[in-house]
């Protein structure tokens, strides 16, 4: 195999993982090729990120390879997980949004009958967080607030539509 192939499967790899990846593991993943073969392409690799400037770099780290952002970045990568921390949700927030997901448009009393207790705080939290929005009142006594997902939770989820959510049926 020849070393442009390899620099690129390599690179696949490296950016398929969060975790450090061992060359001999980069070789067995590849197959026929050298581990001598592997080293250089990351080697070369990291030669066009320098030349071209680009943000990122292969680092060797706890015995394997893992492209890395350059620490220049370091400011803009911390706003980026304070804003990934925003958005993770416990088990409750979980199971409200699905509800919400699922049955919009609607009240916060069928959620809470659905969970069997109260939701306020948590539908408060994830309007905040910009999951579920309020879409519009219902006819019933008191017209209560309907709530939705917003377009934030499609992209979460990474869905186009609430279409592409899975049916109840293949959630069993």
């Known amino acids: 195999m020849e070393l442009p192939e390899i ?4 690179e696949a790899l490296l950016f398929s993982t969060e975790e450090s990846l061992p060359a001999n593991k980069i070789k067995s993943v590849i197959g ?5 073969a592997v080293k250089e392409a990351i080697s070369e690799l990291n030669k066009e990120y320098e030349t071209q400037g ?14 890395r952002t350059r620490p220049d970045y370091r400011e803009w990568i911390a ?4 804003q990934r921390e925003e958005t993770k949700l416990s088990n409750a927030a979980m199971e409200v949004l699905s509800v919400i997901a699922y049955k919009q448009p ?3 009393a069928e959620i809470e009958a659905i969970r069997g207790v109260d939701s306020s705080a948590i539908v408060r939290a994830l309007m905040e967080k910009g999951l579920v929005k309020m879409a519009g009142r219902s006819e019933e006594l ?8 917003a377009p934030k939770f499609l992209e979460l989820l990474g869905l186009n539509s609430l279409q592409d959510l899975p049916k109840p049926v293949e959630l069993k």
């Open 7 to 10: 620099k690129k499967i390599t």
């Open 32 to 36: 026929d090729v050298s581990l001598p």
């Open 54 to 67: 680009r943000a990122f770099f292969i680092q060797e780290i706890a015995g394997g390879f893992q492209i």
């Open 79 to 82: 706003k980026l997980n304070i």
């Open 106 to 108: 609607v009240i916060r």
């Open 142 to 149: 008191g017209h209560p607030i309907l709530y939705g997902t």
